[in-house]
């Protein structure tokens, strides 16, 4: 299949909860950009934080194969430095491929029950 | 009323719950892919499914008839093989008349209702 | 303000629970196509109901005045016939001025509290 | 990063519950508009809120620093007027450098849980 997408995503909305909030861990929720590269290259993706109160966070570097999809959790994202809790932040997805790039949240009361979702918005 | 929409369309985000993780029946969730056809020749779709860690599954193929619209369940496609639970998955739908696609997540803890939802990434 | 939006947009998405489903008035969930007209001149709307299995139904007439916005129950379409319950369904939204469309479900056990949402699809 | 987005978004959808509506203070949900300007120049962004029975309320300015996102609750909206409650609402964001909004509704049961969310509509 020929390569879908485009190459530069935003999306405006994040937020991972403070880590004392959940009374139960069932509350837990993750925020994952879901990211789909239909071509036969492998996509080498960057992700940039930005917040409300300082300067953006990143790169944040990923590869997502070719004819393969990667679902990235945000809260999973360590390198070069953990997204933090409890501020809003915002992302803006970069990748040398077209991909297509899709905003999720997850409640993990149930597995993967997810919360709401929307294609992010395509900057090229 | 003419054809609307577009011939190929993208949803990154999917995922089945695990059989074994639903403790109650009432929990389990269905991913669905939302079809509208308002033109007057039959659509005929091809959907292909990509994984994380394996190579695409399908073409899975159905009809959409002019003028209707057809709500099909990830869950329920078995040809050419079922979608593996408990895998993040993505899937490309390519159609040879215009269609507009949606994407569902329904939670059948009450019939039908709906969790997220997000009209696909139009790839034309 | 000048008239934003377009001209035509779908929403492939669509289902009025039945009657007896609901085992507590509380659960019961209504779809809403919200309409903005920014615009200096009134928008008369046309609404066409889209099935799996019938022919479709409409048009459903409405305005959406100058510089205002009308958020419409599919539950409260009656003319020319209700939207049958329990049955899948899609839409298209059809003005003879700009709008935008979003698409809504909304969960009655809090008031208006939403459960999904989306910008439709516009197919100008 | 170059200045992603467009200068004109539309949100047709809007509602603040009534205040006596909430038995508890848990169940209220809070809506937001999440604008992401990543470019070099502070974006003054304007929003304007129609109404289904009355003309438009507004401008209600503010500032998107450089390089920063702004998550943006309605209920915080105060100058001109605040936003009523109980009535349907809708938004046009205007801004004079690029910016990126999504639309996401916030329930307060949980920190910051998010109910649904969609990239706004561009009206560039």
Redesign the interface.
């Known amino acids: ?1 020929r390569a ?2 485009k190459r ?1 995503w ?6 991972i ?2 880590a004392s ?2 009374t139960s861990r069932q ?1 837990t ?1 993750h925020e ?1 950009v ?3 590269n ?1 071509g036969e290259r492998e996509a080498h993706v960057t992700i ?1 934080i ?4 300082r ?2 966070a990143g790169p944040y570097r990923m590869t997502v194969p070719a ?5 990235q959790r945000f809260n999973d994202l360590t390198d070069p430095e953990p997204i933090p809790a409890d501020k ?3 992302s ?1 997805i970069e990748s040398d491929e077209p991909i ?6 997850l ?1 993990s009361r ?14 090229d």
């Open positions: 299949m879908l997408g530069c935003a999306i405006p909305e994040g937020y909860p403070p909030t959940g509350m929720s994952a879901c990211m789909l239909t940039t930005f917040f409300s109160d300067e953006p004819r393969r999809t990667l679902h809003d932040y915002a803006v297509v790039v899709q905003h999720t949240r409640d149930q597995a993967e029950l997810a919360l709401l979702s929307t294609i992010a918005f395509s900057c």
